[in-house]
T-cell receptor, first 113, second 114 residues
Framework: DTGVSQNPRHKITKRGQNVTFRCDPISEHNRLYWYRQTLGQGPEFLTY????????KSRLLSDRFSAERPKGSFSTLEIQRTEQGDSAMYLCASSLLPNQPQHFGDGTRLSIL | QQPVQSPQAVILREGEDAVINCSSS?????VHWYRQKHGEAPIFLMI?????EQKGHDKISASFNEKKQQSSLYLTASQLSYSGTYFC???????????????FGKGTKLSVIP
């Protein structure tokens, strides 16, 4: 069990650029979640995968955000045309089954200049 | 709807006890508790799946009152390592119904001092 791995750890980009983050879940976990966290707040749900199927997506999530999980293994989160408000820590978590512990990665910190 | 955590912050001396509360306006199926230290990932503490369920882990335990839609986290004989921000995450899903997403509170910052 190597834990959930996220890359990169930090990303600095100019407003308007596209960014992509990667998450490698714990190998036997087929549930994968993306969250966003800003200072002083708890993680905010973005989207959820069961294997390769994206089953849930936050209604608050802009169309500029898209996530994939090809072959049900690693996942990518892409943000197009980044805005200042996208600056946050993006966390990935995985679990074996729903309503079981979600194990979080260390996150990718995104800073928009 | 985001669950409400109280208190927002608490300072303890080593050995003292604390209670952190989490309440929701929605019917709950599960409550998950996490601790997060500055700059680190949230670490899972425990999950409560049934109303009235209590779980313990060392000197940290929790209860879940399904009728009141509340959960409480109990930290006894606190240690320096307990410092961090505690989050409750609430879930409404069971057996495929509802949503599997967790909705987290704003957190309770716990500081344990010598």
């Amino acid at each position: 069990d190597t834990g959930v791995s996220q890359n990169p750890r930090h990303k600095i980009t100019k407003r308007g650029q596209n960014v992509t983050f990667r998450c490698d879940p714990i190998s036997e976990h087929n549930r994968l979640y993306w969250y966003r966290q800003t200072l002083g707040q708890g993680p905010e749900f973005l989207t959820y995968f069961q294997n390769e199927a994206q089953l849930e997506k936050s209604r608050l999530l802009s169309d500029r955000f898209s996530a994939e999980r090809p072959k049900g293994s690693f996942s990518t989160l892409e943000i197009q045309r980044t805005e200042q408000g996208d600056s946050a820590m993006y966390l990935c978590a995985s679990s074996l089954l729903p309503n079981q512990p979600q194990h979080f990665g260390d996150g990718t910190r995104l800073s928009i200049l | 709807q985001q669950p409400v955590q109280s208190p927002q912050a608490v300072i303890l001396r080593e050995g003292e006890d604390a209670v952190i509360n989490c309440s929701s306006s929605k019917a709950l199926y599960s409550v998950h508790w996490y601790r997060q230290k500055h700059g680190e990932a949230p670490i899972f503490l425990m999950i409560l799946l049934k109303g009235g369920e209590q779980k313990g882990h060392d000197k940290i335990s929790a209860s879940f009152n399904e009728k009141k839609q509340q959960s409480s986290l109990y930290l006894t004989a606190s240690q320096l390592s307990y410092s961090g921000t505690y989050f409750c995450g609430t879930g409404t899903a069971y057996s495929g119904a509802g949503s599997y997403q967790l909705t987290f509170g704003k957190g309770t910052k716990l500081s344990v001092i010598p």
